[in-house]
């Protein structure tokens, strides 16, 4: 029974005893035994949340990377896949293996092409699995933030006048008119 035995070597012998059929003690045998308990298996990211800002009508802000890490407990591959991102969130790949001791990465991207100027939370879980004994290592969510901001409206007009004007010697006052127009070469 391994129970509660940190991780390390162990080291002990078995003595045998036996008796003949005329009841004889036999000189005991000694059987040396070795232990060595593992680290236990686990799988660990580099982050719990990841923060993105966009704007409306923009191209979608740059992925980010998160670092997945199976411990050196792991005696053969862990496999983990992604589950329950918003259709907006894009995980790249959605499953993969790590061996034992190393680490991979998982690229999240966005798409905000249809989305409208408001903050959004989304979560990816990522669930791992060892193959050595199909043991669940559990599932580590990621939180995903965005702001999305409202397209600022920059440029310049022309704007068209329109003017009339009495000779300076009369007593009628001078008269402006300003029209602003819209101009679709400047996008308002």
Same mark, same amino acid.
């Given at each position: 029974?391994?129970?509660?035995?940190?991780?390390?070597?162990?080291?002990?012998?078995?003595?045998?005893?036996?008796?003949?059929?005329?009841?004889?003690?036999?000189?005991?045998?000694?059987?040396?035994?070795?232990?060595?308990?593992?680290?236990?298996?686990?799988?660990? &990211?580099?982050?719990?949340?990841?923060?993105?800002?966009?704007?409306?009508?923009?191209? /979608?802000?740059?992925?980010?990377?998160?670092?997945?890490?199976?411990?050196?407990?792991?005696?053969?591959?862990?496999?983990?896949?992604?589950?329950?991102?918003?259709?907006?969130?894009?995980?790249?790949? /959605?499953?993969?293996?790590?061996?034992?001791?190393?680490?991979?990465?998982?690229?999240?991207?966005?798409?905000?092409?249809?989305?409208?100027?408001?903050?959004?939370?989304?979560?990816?879980?990522? *669930?791992? *699995?060892? *193959?050595?004994?199909?043991?669940?290592?559990?599932?580590?969510? &990621?939180?995903?933030?965005?702001?999305?901001?409202?397209?600022?409206?920059?440029?310049?007009?022309?704007?068209?006048? /329109?003017?009339?004007?009495?000779?300076?010697?009369?007593?009628?006052?001078?008269?402006?008119?300003?029209?602003?127009?819209?101009?679709?070469?400047?996008?308002?």
């Amino acid at each position: 029974n391994t129970a509660g035995l940190a991780t390390g070597d162990y080291s002990g012998t078995i003595t045998l005893r036996a008796t003949d059929a005329n009841g004889r003690s036999l000189t005991g045998e000694k059987i040396s035994v070795g232990l060595h308990i593992l680290a236990p298996c686990t799988f660990t &990211i580099s982050g719990s949340q990841l923060n993105f800002t966009a704007t409306v009508g923009s191209p /979608n802000p740059s992925a980010q990377t998160v670092t997945l890490t199976a411990s050196s407990g792991c005696s053969q591959q862990v496999k983990w896949q992604v589950s329950g991102p918003d259709a907006w969130v894009m995980p790249t790949p /959605n499953q993969a293996t790590i061996n034992g001791g190393g680490s991979g990465t998982l690229s999240v991207g966005l798409n905000i092409t249809t989305l409208v100027a408001q903050s959004y939370t989304s979560t990816i879980n990522i *669930t791992a *699995t060892d *193959t050595a004994n199909g043991q669940s290592l559990g599932s580590i969510p &990621i939180t995903i933030n965005l702001l999305v901001q409202a397209a600022s409206v920059t440029g310049t007009s022309t704007p068209t006048v /329109n003017k009339t004007q009495t000779p300076t010697t009369s007593s009628t006052p001078v008269s402006w008119m300003l029209l602003a127009r819209e101009d679709p070469n400047q996008g308002f």
